[in-house]
Each structure stands twice: as C-alpha cells, then as structure tokens.
C-alpha cells in the first residue's frame, strides 16, 4: 500500500466529514439533534476513519 502524503489524508478527512453530514441529509435523519451537534459527531465518526486508516498504513509497510 502507498504511503500516504499530508494533502491526502486532509482530502480524505474532508470526504468522511462531507459524507457522513450528506448520509444525515440524505436518510433526512436529523431526529432533536442540532447542525452543531450532527457536525461534531461527523468531525469525531472523521477521526476515528483517519486513526484507523493510518494505524492500518503503519501496519502494513
């Protein structure tokens, strides 16, 4: 597997934040939560996918 550059992983991140908020609007799921409470979660579900990717990058070379 090809390590990883900085602007990759911050592309990366941008597109887990971007889709996990497009999943919430998209399944029109918003229940009592605010937009503030679903972009943290978003930000958090964004690094937990990156901590693991790059944990799983280290792993392997």
């Known amino acids: ?3 990883r550059n900085e602007q990759q ?3 990366l991140y941008d597109a887990a934040v971007t ?3 497009g999943g919430r609007c998209a399944n029109d799921y918003f229940g009592d ?3 503030g409470s679903i ?3 978003a930000i ?3 690094d937990l996918l990156i901590k693991e990717l790059k944990e799983r990058e280290v792993s392997e070379n």
Do not use: L, P, Y
Request: charged share 20%; aromatic share 12%; net charge neutral.
């Open 39 to 41: 972009v943290s979660e």
């Open 44 to 46: 958090r579900g964004a």
């Open 19 to 21: 889709s996990i908020i």
């Open 1 to 3: 597997m090809e390590k």
């Open 33 to 35: 939560f605010s937009i």
């Open 9 to 11: 992983w911050t592309a």
